[in-house]
């Protein structure tokens, strides 16, 4: 007789559950889709993930350089961004790939250390100047439209000896890097982003060491990434707009979270708060500020855990005011979908305090969502979810999905399962437009295999598979990619195309 534990039960409704919600509210349709007149595609990388050259022409050691570094080493296999994708050297073949692709547009990150040795602005250094000149006009020359993250995770290791994100300098030091990106760059950049995913800058322990002061050093952190974002915006808003006329925001990664019962829409709520919402809210909200149920929460259990005050810091009515609607646009890299609940279970799970224990939900991913190559879940009914409630709570602001991907640890490059992905969110965010979100334009994450942070080069998100081995690190095309090129020739979303590989892609050109 067949026999079902609770656990395994409980996972199956939830599969039931979502394949509901998935059916029920994306599109079954399986004619080919058009995406809206004016819409962008593009790809994206960032400086410490592809460039290597980690301290070539006069560049100074960033934070992951530094704990790269650490003897004995911190990541499997030893890996660092030492040379990484060698894009320093291959930016030309980089720029040929998004030829190849068709890419209205390339998001890449600028080594602040590369730019600013010191990290101040005493001493701008030619050859990184020269560096990102060479790559802005390569791109510039197809037609490829250059957008801009300042700070993508690599603080110059010698703020970080003074406090980093926690010191409130450091608004200062930023928006002083700003402002000379947007001198150097801004006659023809046009698209800024100020910093990328403040929630992992802030918690990203691995680098920043924040790890043992976690529910104070992150809302530190948290603080002051707004207030140096609303400082940045602040300089271009009164240097640079008139001349450049640009846009500029900032880039938040945004999970979804799924309440598993009807018990637990509060918790997920609350995940969304602490997770997003206290970058969203700032910035997006009519009030300004940390979201409240933050406030109240950390206020009261920082009260209770006898301190003084709350443990999250406050912001003056100035920054409040600096930083509500300092963007031109809300950036979002968009991951994963979880599973949210709060239940007796909680008590004592997190650390105290912490940011987790704040927060006080437990989040998982059930076991059907996961396959064994991949980090990745495909759950497209969460991005949709996920816009949705951005278009209803956040005033429908113009969006831009700054990253979006599917990771494999497999080699080779049929890679069905990103193909399948890409088709799946693409769709998703189209059910979301045609319901009134003002999206954009979409980022695939990421042009090539890279540097994926704490898992080294093991995980990969490339359209194009960086051969690490050979010594020339050439670059392939994957299924991925042919079927991206496809989208972006067509502007269609063609749930049946079938990529063919047989043709070499700069032929289709
Ligand atoms: C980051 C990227 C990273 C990607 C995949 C995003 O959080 O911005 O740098 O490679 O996720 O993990």
Redesign the pocket.
Known sequence: MLTIDIGTMRNLLLILCAIALSTAELQEDTQPRKFPDGFLFGSAT?AY?IEGAWNVDGKSESIWDHITHRIPCVLSNCDTGDVAANSYYLYKRDVEMMRELGLDFYRFSISWTRILPTGFPDKINEAGKNYYNNLIDEMLKYNITPMVTLY??DLPQKLQQIGGWTNPEVSNWFSDYARVAFELFGDRVKYWFTI??PK?TCNQDFATGFKDLSGIADYLCAKHVLVAHGKAYEIYNNEFRASQNGNVGI?L?AMWYEPESDKDIEAAEDAAMFEWGQFIHPIFSETGDFPNIMKERIANRSAEQGFPSSRLPKFSPEEVALVKGSADFCGL?H?YTFITYRNESINGLYESPSYHDDMNVITYTPNDWKNTESASTNVPWGFYKLLTKIRNDYGNPPTYIT?N?F?SMADGIVDDNRVSYYKSYLNAMLDAISEGSDIRLYTA??LMD?F??GTGYK?K?GLYEVNYTSGKFERVPRKSAYFYRNVLKTRVLDINFEPDMSVPICEEN
């Open positions: 960032s993930q993508h995770g990328n995913e992992e880039v990664s890299n991951y990253e991907g990771d994450w990421s890279n994926e942070w995980s998100y």
